[in-house]
């Protein structure tokens, strides 16, 4: 086993070895052992003073070994958005969950804000349709979306504790809500209703889960009558939208199931608006695709220009979400062709003229704005420029 690098600190280091071992395990009980020891010392990082230890190792390992990474990726989500709580001589489990809402215009999007009697009703609507009878449940009071969550595991562990301690009445203490960044130009994009769910150890925690013989045609007749309950609250905050509702369930997976559902989402909208606004034709427009990242792809970027210039006017990212998609440029025959689904959407579109380009590209933002650089038909990487004769603004729909 390669020794980690010194520039990581001692904690990190362990962090690493601990991960490498568990991925060389030959056997379940082995697994065990080094389950336990990773465990433990995550356990310590997470409850520790405010670090991204977990995160720099996760950065290491991504560049190093993807096998590692994946492993780690699984046991800090799992120790951050689950833990055990013992209160009044029982003991608990508690699980942090969330219930996205994916949605996408032309128009801006609106915010989602819940009133007080609106965060009361959806409360009582997933523990009607989704939590198992007899959980305790706490529920953040506001419809948050990604930039308002948690941006380390830490934050999502101090999410879940207090959360839990909430649900079981032992603390009043709530959540900070991350401030948001600035909606504006927003065509796509997730709310969560996010909360936790605790009950005596070893219990059900969602309702499809019984000893039925379909549990998987419970869990879809649970999800329906959510959708069903909770869109008459949800769907008239998003007049003008196109709304899916996901199915609630364990935080991080949901947040990736999130995040799969906006991306063609997102480059749907773009053209829409772009067509629509800008009164760009899909014969006027041009699409070039890059894959961004440091050492593997970490996002593809999609630059959008007209067909008479070379000067980007809008763009779309595409997160990788998997160890296959961002192994898009090799030569292994299993891999996901992101860059083929990406044109294959864009074609649905209307626009014929799509370009893609090969390599890796740096991560660039624009050092005064902040905003991402598309690439373009040459090549370069460029800050969109909206055209100072077209008004591009997403206006609200009323």
Known sequence: MPAPPSRLSRDAQRLVALTQALARSGSRLEDVYWENLLATQLNKLLQGKKNKTIETVLEHLL?????????????AETLSESTTIVHQGIEYDALMFSAPVVAWTRYQLPDGTLTSAQSKALAKHLKDCIVADGA????????VNFDQMPQSFQETHTWTQRLAQLALGTSTESCQINKPEDPEGMLADARFAVGVIVVPKGQAVFKWQTLQDDAIALRQACQEAWETASGEIITPMFTGCHVEYLQP????????????????????????????AAHLPGDDLRAVITGCGDTVIEE???????????????????????????????MESEVIDVPDEIAALLKEQGIADVRRLPGIHPVEFCDDCGAPYFPNPLGEMMHPELPEEIDMAPVHFH
């Open 63 to 75: 560049a190093t070994d993807l096998n590692a990474y994946e492993i780690l990726v699984e046991q």
């Open 136 to 143: 305790h449940m706490a529920l953040i009071p506001a419809l």
């Open 300 to 330: 593809y970027r999609v630059g959008f220009s007209t067909r008479h210039s070379n000067e980007v006017i809008y763009g779309c990212i595409w997160p990788v979400l998997s160890k296959e998609e961002a192994a898009a440029d090799s």
């Open 249 to 276: 369930d364990a935080y991080y997976m949901n947040s990736r199931e999130a995040d799969r559902r906006i991306r063609p989402l997102a480059l749907k909208a773009a053209v829409t608006w772009l067509q629509t």
